[in-house]
């Protein structure tokens, strides 16, 4: 199970309390327990207004990780298509880094792969990352990075040879166009999901043999296990 999904089962259950206390204070007006007064009333009010405002963020939250999960399930689908010479590791969690989507080792070295769902035109002006001419909220190059240094120095820990890993930002959306050209802000790719495997397959970042690949795999799996 992904981050995202399980953030999904966490706020489906979040919200199911939320509904239950709403549902309860209903069925038994708070005020009439703090004594019916005006006051008892107004705290009654404030409450489950708080409680809704925190229902409608937790369903925000679900559609927000519904539209990322998703997205992940595109790129896992997609990343199907690279050939047996490849290893695929998806939700990789490697120290305090939070979460990695996928991690690929293959004989172009390796691959640490975020993916956002937005959807519209994606490209890079002036060294940023925009969406429909506007930046992004979040620093997803940043992000990225900050993934690709920790699977960096974890591997470090356990591989005498040095690694060169390529962070990439892939849009999963079939509605976000990224343009045909290969695209690098920050020496991170940025590409859509049409273009990943072609990427992967064609473009080495640092050539590795088939017992280079599996020992690398071997070890992101026990810096996993690790944590």
């Known amino acids: 199970m992904s981050h995202n999904e399980w953030q ?16 309860t204070s209903i069925v038994q007006p708070l005020y009439l327990l703090l004594g019916g007064s005006g006051a008892a009333l107004a705290v009654h009010v404030i409450v489950i207004g708080i409680l809704l405002k925190l229902l409608w963020s937790v369903f925000r939250d679900i559609r927000v990780r519904t539209q990322g999960a998703g997205g992940e399930a595109g790129v896992r689908v997609a990343l199907k298509g690279l050939d047996d010479r490849f290893r695929v590791l998806g939700s990789v969690v490697i120290g305090n880094k939070g979460d990695i989507d996928f991690v690929v080792v293959g004989p172009t070295g390796i691959w640490v792969i975020e993916v956002k769902s937005h959807k519209g035109r994606i490209r890079i002006e002036g060294g940023r990352l925009l969406r429909n001419e506007k930046p992004f909220d979040k620093n997803f190059i940043r992000q990225v990075w900050g993934a690709t240094y920790a699977l960096k120095d974890a591997l470090k820990r356990r591989m005498p040879k040095q690694l060169h890993i390529q962070p ?5 959306s079939k509605y976000a166009r990224v343009g045909v ?3 690098k802000i920050d020496n991170a790719y ?3 999901v049409d273009q990943l495997i072609r990427l992967i397959e064609r473009q080495e970042v640092q050539r590795l043999t088939s017992d280079e690949v599996e020992r ?7 810096a996993i296990r690790g944590n």
């Open 181 to 183: 050209d290969l695209q």
């Open 168 to 172: 990439v930002v892939v849009f999963s």
């Open 190 to 192: 940025v590409v859509g």
């Open 216 to 222: 690398i795999f071997d070890a992101i799996r026990n």
């Open 8 to 23: 999904i089962v966490k706020n489906i259950g979040k919200a199911g309390l939320l509904i239950v206390l709403i549902g």
